[in-house]
């Protein structure tokens, strides 16, 4: 997904991160840092990228372990594939929108970082809410990713509603995947991990799904 700066459109800018627990790493080397995560403490990192983004993401993802773990080959590591000039990190802070915006009524956060591996491009945004389902608020960015319009949109948000906690729901196009988290506390977040337009072999669905999961395990 090329051109996706944050902040997001209409009812797209969101709500983030009531991702409250980053616990961590496992003996097979798909977890993370353990830095912990609050809804208060996303925001502020939101803070920290700024209005025009930041060469580097605050989250703690190891994307190369990430794609290694998930058994994707080639070169992986920080920011979108070269030849796209997306800043590494964008982000939202809900608690100082406007009246009548999307956050308003549901504050929260937004984070969104880019990786590569090979020539694919992948976003990974890290979004929570006070309401259930803030994967929702994303339907803008899945929209300009697939090529699906909104109503299309409407069979697979029912499916991520229904979603365990750290299994992936694929989108219809495979070019996007959903995993929800459950953050510290109360609230609702989910991991959306959208893909770009590969230069070369792109990845498959069963390499997203795993990509999907192997991230969520760093910051479950």
Known sequence: MSGSR???PGAAVLAVALLAGCQGGTDDGAGGDGVPVSVERLAEMADEVGPDGSGTCPLPYDFAKAASTAKITGE???GAAAGDDEPAATAENGYKAEKGAPFADNPGGLVSCW???GGQSV???LIAAEKPQPESLLAPVLVRVSGQDAQELNPYLRR????EPGTPVLGT???YATVRVEPEGEGHAALLLTLGEPEG???GEDQLSALSRALYE???
């Open 115 to 117: 990786f590569h591996v």
């Open 160 to 163: 991520t509603e229904k979603g």
């Open 123 to 125: 976003e990974v945004h």
């Open 173 to 175: 196009t495979g070019d």
């Open 6 to 8: 944050h902040v997001l």
């Open 76 to 78: 992986a590591g920080d």
């Open 218 to 220: 760093q910051i479950s």
């Open 201 to 203: 072999p792109g990845l």
